[in-house]
């Protein structure tokens, strides 16, 4: 079955911590993505890679670190410079770059929880 | 200015009863594209929809249906009949051209919670 695995589904973080988050995808897709979601609110986004060793800043990069070392992984690094983790954070992944309208698929999503 | 709104936050209705959830977007562009996706409980987003800039022709799928209307630029989404099973918070989100890098990002409105009730 292709599609996008994120684990683990809860996470737990003390103070002063980095924790990381995995994303893996089987559908040979080009681009990843990284959102995070607050409650009452939309998605976010962290970071995206459109191509393997190369990434971009999305509109809240600060205290988030990702790297983009194989197509078919996406990890986010949530830093002790974050100082509000907690939020559900969801992958998502598209077929192709740089272009508009991409249907984006996302995973099941990890929750994060402060200690 | 937001570049998606969803004005209403929750809804709840009884059901059988037809809904419709509102989205209202801004863009420069002629060239853009609008989804929406559905966030059921368990938290994954479930795509539904992508439509076009140039194509205006309403679709329907089942017992979903959707208005795109440049003119007011709205792109609603109807629920018929619904069911305890539609209960998720539904987004809407466009792609525009954007500037630079992020063409093609997506920018989500901030969500309608739909209650369904038995």
């Known amino acids: 079955d292709g599609g996008i695995t994120q684990s683990p589904k809860y996470l737990f973080r003390k103070e002063g911590q980095n924790v990381t988050l995995s994303c893996e995808q089987n559908?040979?897709?080009?681009?990843m993505y990284w959102y995070r979601q607050d409650p009452g609110q939309g998605l976010r986004l962290i970071y995206y890679?459109?191509?393997?060793?190369?990434?971009q800043k999305g509109d809240i990069a600060e205290g988030y670190s990702v790297s983009r070392e194989k197509k078919e992984s996406f990890p986010l690094t949530v830093t002790s410079a974050q100082k509000n983790p907690t939020a559900f954070y969801l992958c998502?992944?598209?077929?192709?770059?740089?272009?508009?309208?991409?249907?984006?698929?996302f995973g099941p999503g990890t929750r994060l929880l402060v200690l | 200015a937001q570049k998606v709104t969803q004005a209403q936050t929750e809804i709840s209705v009884v059901e059988k009863e037809d809904v419709t959830l509102d989205c209202v977007y801004e863009?420069?562009?002629?060239?853009?594209?609008l989804f929406w996706y559905k966030q059921p409980p368990s938290g994954e987003l479930v795509f539904l929809i992508r439509?076009?800039?140039?194509?205006?022709q309403n679709e329907i799928s089942g017992r979903y249906s959707w208005n795109f209307q440049k003119s007011t630029s709205s792109f609603n989404f109807t629920i018929t009949a619904s069911q305890v099973v539609d209960s998720a918070v539904y987004f809407c989100?466009?792609?525009?051209?954007?500037?630079?890098?992020?063409?093609?990002?997506?920018?989500f409105g901030k969500g309608t919670k739909l209650s369904v009730k038995p």
């Open positions: 998502a992944s598209s077929a192709r770059t740089g272009g508009i309208g991409e249907t984006q698929y």
């Open positions: 559908l040979n897709h080009d681009a």
């Open positions: 890679s459109q191509i393997v060793n190369d990434f």
């Open positions: 863009t420069r562009d002629t060239t853009y594209y």
């Open positions: 439509r076009n800039s140039f194509d205006e």
């Open positions: 989100a466009l792609s525009e051209a954007g500037d630079g890098g992020s063409q093609g990002n997506l920018i």
